[in-house]
């Protein structure tokens, strides 16, 4: 893979629209964005404004924004121990897949949930039925499983599980994965000492060319904490310099970034989107 322009972006609120987003993201020096397709605990979504979405696709024509990851509420568990949570995941799924075709041929991330208690084999199961029910045939958005720590019954905190999952897919083509360096790091993934052995896995695992997207956070605990906790880049136990090689590693070029950091406000995303673009700059000199 050739080495591409540097695609990478926040996490904005939703709440003013797609045009706000995007102007929002190219201010702060990125040139994508994530967002929350709803309120992350749930909840009814708000109607999308067709006259908006006109002005977003021609502000991102206009400006180099090809691509952007929409994040499924946290709330979404499509392998709970409930009926009801699960029949709450299905619907608001279904319901997103539709609201994505507004934005077509992008991509959608969520987590793929928590067993609570019930098998691990049944958990997985329900997933793959989830999306095989909800994914739109002939649908353009590419669902995304997300790397999770491993924290308490969380399932997708080990590359397997997330192959098993897409292995029942019906819609094979449209399946991917989005890596969170936190979240890998807590559940022991050695991305500091040993990021070409953790590529290397993925790929035997699930295949590099399902990588779409990179949450790139830095983390509060150690290596195998399995807690989940976000830090600031180059202020937790990963660190700036393995974060910068992650973002300049060869098999991982034309791959969009999306920072989830914790933040006061939007210019410590800036500030780190700089640094970010300053490392991947002077690494191709």
């Known amino acids: 893979m050739g080495r591409d ?12 629209g797609y045009l706000a987003m995007a102007q929002q993201a190219l201010a702060l020096g990125g040139n994508t964005f994530q967002f929350f397709t709803r309120n992350p605990r749930g909840g009814r979504a708000k109607d999308i404004d067709p006259v908006d979405v006109t002005a977003f696709h021609e502000f991102c024509a ?18 709970s121990a409930k009926e009801e949570t699960r029949e709450f995941a299905r619907i608001t799924l279904a319901d997103d ?25 049944t958990a997985i199961a329900q997933i793959t039925d989830a999306l095989n029910q909800c994914m739109l045939k002939g649908g353009s958005t590419t669902v995304l499983l997300e790397t999770m720590a491993g924290k308490g019954s969380e399932v997708g905190g ?77 202020e937790g136990h990963i660190g700036f310099a393995a974060l910068a090689a992650i973002v300049n590693h060869p098999k991982l070029q034309g791959i969009p970034f999306f920072l989830e950091t914790p933040q006061e406000d939007l210019q410590g995303y800036a500030e780190e989107i700089a640094r970010l673009r300053e490392a991947y700059e002077n690494a191709s000199e």
């Open 97 to 121: 897949m539709m609201r994505m075709e507004s934005t077509p041929g992008q991509l959608y991330n969520m987590h793929p949930g928590s067993a609570t208690g019930q098998p691990l084999d």
């Open 158 to 234: 080990g590359f397997e599980e997330l192959a098993a999952i897409i292995a029942g897919v019906n819609e094979q083509e449209r399946m991917g994965v989005c890596l969170d360096t936190c979240h890998v790091w807590e559940a022991g993934y050695d991305i500091v000492d040993d990021l070409d052995g953790v590529l290397e896995e993925f790929d035997r695992t699930i295949g590099l060319d399902r990588l779409r997207a990179i949450h790139l956070n830095d983390s509060k605990n150690p290596r195998s904490a399995h807690k989940d906790r976000h830090e600031r880049i180059g």
């Open 62 to 79: 206009e400006n180099g924004i090809e691509r952007i990851l929409a994040h499924a509420p946290y709330t979404l568990n499509p392998c």
């Open 5 to 16: 322009d540097l695609t990478i972006g926040c996490h904005l609120s939703s709440s003013k």
